[in-house]
């Protein structure tokens, strides 16, 4: 017997537990553990029926992920299952927290199922880059039909345990959080009503009704629209299909195959390096886990334009009552009443009812006066990029907050540091960068100034995960680690068509890497004088920084979306980007100012030129320690920019090329175009050298 997998009898039932924390996942010694116990179970003459139950937060959550990529070692999980299904006599699975991928499909090899109301079941294969590749795939359409099935796999979405058990997926749910006392008392039923051992794989009614269907054409069709570039989910419809035109061993081997080709997919490898990730960015090096935390239960919020109504509503969200400060009260109730939009609109799409709006609205109120930040815990100043004006909101909110209130900036480039010396706290001073729009988007770059106390950073971290953000704690230097590496993508993407390409075509070769948007699409989006602006300061500052065409398109009040000209052109409400004939005839008089010739420039030179110069300077950031790991760097850019998860993030992607090649390409560009940003980082030389990679730190 293993020590994670248990058998015991209780009256004439036979029970099988699983302890393997923190979430039961299938590892080898589980598979064994669970192929011994329910041996043990189909000798034990006095056990009528068995029972498989889970110690702990959650029934089995699914096949144990850090296994993948090493050697399968036996029992494999789907023949596991299959000794549960071919088992004499009849097995119940018992499920709470959630039933997920291999777990689900456990239960499904099962013969009857229960669940308490507060579980959830679902097969998130898809998610990591995989399709349920323990029966799930032929198992599950044989309980609820080709369209539940298909839409449960190919979005990975979990079902809740009242909904399961419309879908036929449970046979019974029962209220409380006794899970063992639960499945005892419906094992026992089952013993006393005598029922019979009723494979999941005989059944065939719902096969039938739906043999020939053409929702796997319907469900492609949409894929093809949802899933761009993506490989898993094409092959889920496959796998799904093949339960309704094979007979089930047959199926089984279909679907085997499929898992196959998901499993030696790259992307199977972006994704389960961005599920692993997405966890470690929690743990931050050097800040002990038990660090105290300060109770937030009232924040501050300084202006409300579009950065600090989004920040706003994230708490209100999370049920944190949140005050708006504004200078003018025409500004506070513009603000609030874009709030009061936002929510109109969510609940209009039925994501959240008209009584949350109210809820969440009455948790929001406005202010002119920092006196009523005398009493809260958290005040974010989310004015415009001004250091002067910080200094003095900082400087008054020191005055006014309450010992040990922490004073946060939203500032996306500006130096926490030089904030918090305008306080008499700076341990109590912290950069919380939110990425607009800051209700939507669920990176928070968490900034540490040289003084910012443990606690605060400790706080800030916690912070995020209750309002629903992926933080990511991150150094003090000139735009942290996203915006960092987005204006070197910017300067080299506006060089690309000085140069003689397109704006289409440099967006276009990031739009097909994976971004949602292209780097000119982005400018349009937050407005091309934001980027102007930032160029003008910096030369002010005496910064060499060369002109321009996009320089041109904001003097000529060409602002972007806002102006419904930008970059590109757009239709009376329509964001839909449009290549505008005007541009192409600023960009060749700037050219022609220039002394410029244009060139034919290719879409591998855009993608070497936009991408590798953020690896490089990634890696600076590394080196430099505004970044702990790598993995800080992927998430920042997943969840800050849509950079595509199938890929796992930047610096991931560049392991995946190889840091040879990237190094070879960069050295080559500084010697063809020099600039700073072309210098080849010391740490992408050591590693190299090292014959190592990004992910080995
Ligand atoms: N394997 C290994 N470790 C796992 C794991 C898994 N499947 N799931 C979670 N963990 C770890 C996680 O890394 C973290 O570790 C801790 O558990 C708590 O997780 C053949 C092939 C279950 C909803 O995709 O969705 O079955 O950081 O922080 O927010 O068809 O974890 O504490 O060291 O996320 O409460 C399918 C993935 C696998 C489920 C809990 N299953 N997990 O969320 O906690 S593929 C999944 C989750 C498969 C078969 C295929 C969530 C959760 P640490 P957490 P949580």
């Not at 607009?436 to 100034?449: C, D, F, H, T, Y």
Request: proline share 4%; with cysteine; net charge negative.
């Amino acid at each position: 017997m293993s020590d994670v997998v248990t058998y015991n009898r209780e009256g004439s039932i036979g029970v099988i537990t699983v302890n393997y924390p923190p979430v039961n996942a299938l590892s080898h010694g589980v598979r064994s553990g669970l192929v011994a116990a329910l041996e043990q179970g189909q000798k034990d003459a006095d056990a009528k029926v068995l029972l498989l139950v889970c110690e702990g937060r959650t029934f089995i959550a699914g096949a144990d992920i850090r296994e993948f990529g090493k050697p399968m070692q036996e029992p494999g999980l789907a023949a596991m299952i299959e000794q549960f299904e071919n088992s004499n006599k009849p097995i119940v699975a018992a499920i709470h927290g959630t039933a997920l991928g291999g777990g689900l499909e456990t239960a499904l090899g099962c013969h009857y199922r229960v669940a308490v109301s507060s579980a959830k079941v679902g097969l998130p294969e898809v998610k990591l880059g995989l399709l349920p590749g323990a029966g799930g795939t032929q198992r599950l359409p044989r309980l609820t039909g080709a369209r539940k099935a298909l839409e449960m796999i190919t979005t990975g979405e979990f079902v809740n345990a009242r909904d399961a058990l419309d879908l036929g997926i449970v046979d019974a749910v029962e209220d409380g959080t006794d899970i063992r006392g639960v499945g005892l008392a419906y094992a026992q039923k089952i013993a006393d009503e005598n029922k019979p051992v009723r494979r999941v794989r005989d059944l065939t009614d719902r096969i039938e009704a739906d043999k020939g269907s053409d929702v796997f054409g319907e469900f492609r069709a949409n894929l093809e629209k949802k899933a761009r570039g993506l490989f898993s989910p094409f092959k889920c419809v496959d796998a799904v299909e093949a339960a309704f035109n094979l007979p089930f061993e047959e199926g089984m081997k279909r679907e085997r195959e499929l898992f196959t080709e998901c499993m030696e997919s790259p992307q199977r490898a972006g994704l389960i390096h961005a599920f692993f990730a997405e966890r470690e960015v929690s743990k931050v090096k050097g800040l002990p886990k038990d660090t105290p935390v300060r109770e937030i239960k009232k924040v501050g919020v300084i202006g409300a334009g579009t950065m600090g109504g989004g920040i706003a509503m994230n708490f209100a969200n999370a049920g944190i009552p949140v005050t708006i400060a504004e200078v003018k009260q025409d500004a506070l109730d513009k603000g609030l009443a874009v709030i009061r939009r936002n929510y109109e609109n969510t609940a209009k799409k039925g994501r959240i009812t008209q009584a949350q709006v109210e809820e969440r609205m009455s948790l929001i109120s406005g202010t002119l006066t920092y006196d009523d930040f005398s009493d809260v815990d958290l005040v974010i100043e989310a004015v415009f990029e001004s250091m002067d004006l910080k200094k003095k909101i900082f400087g008054q909110l020191d005055q006014t907050c309450k010992p040990g209130a922490i004073l946060a900036s939203n500032t996306s480039t500006l130096s926490i540091d030089e904030i918090a010396a305008s306080t008499e706290r700076p341990q109590d001073v912290i950069g919380l960068h939110f990425f607009s729009p800051a209700n939507v988007m669920k990176l928070l770059e968490i900034v540490r100034g040289e003084k910012t106390s443990d606690e605060v950073k400790a706080t800030a971290m916690d912070l995020a995960k209750r309002i629903n953000k992926v933080g990511v704690m991150v150094g003090n230097c000139y735009g942290f680690v996203g915006n960092r590496m987005l204006h070197k993508r910017g300067a080299e993407a506006m060089a690309l068509v000085n140069e003689g390409a397109s704006p289409q075509q440099v967006d276009k070769v990031l739009t097909d890497l994976g971004f949602p948007m292209g780097q000119f699409a982005m400018s349009d989006l937050a407005g091309i004088d934001i980027g102007y602006s930032i160029r003008q300061e910096r030369r002010k500052a005496g910064e060499d920084v060369p002109a321009t065409w996009m320089d041109k398109l904001a003097e000529q009040g060409r602002l972007g979306q806002k102006t419904r000209a930008g970059v590109y052109k757009y239709e009376e409400g329509n964001r839909k980007p449009i290549p505008d004939p005007e541009v192409d005839r600023i960009i060749a008089e700037f050219r022609q100012e220039q002394g410029i010739t244009p060139r034919e420039v290719t879409d591998q030179e855009i993608l070497e030129r936009c991408m590798y110069v953020m690896v490089n300077e990634g890696a600076k950031i590394l080196e430099e320690g505004i970044a702990d790991r790598s993995l800080d760097i992927d998430i920042t850019w997943i969840y800050g920019y849509g950079f595509p998860a199938y890929r796992g993030g930047p610096m991931f992607w560049a392991d995946q090329i190889g840091l040879d090649v990237i190094l070879g390409t960069v050295e080559q560009f500084y010697d063809d175009l020099g600039g700073e940003q072309w210098k080849p980082a010391g740490l992408l030389q050591e590693l190299v050298s090292e014959g190592r990679k990004f992910g080995d730190l």
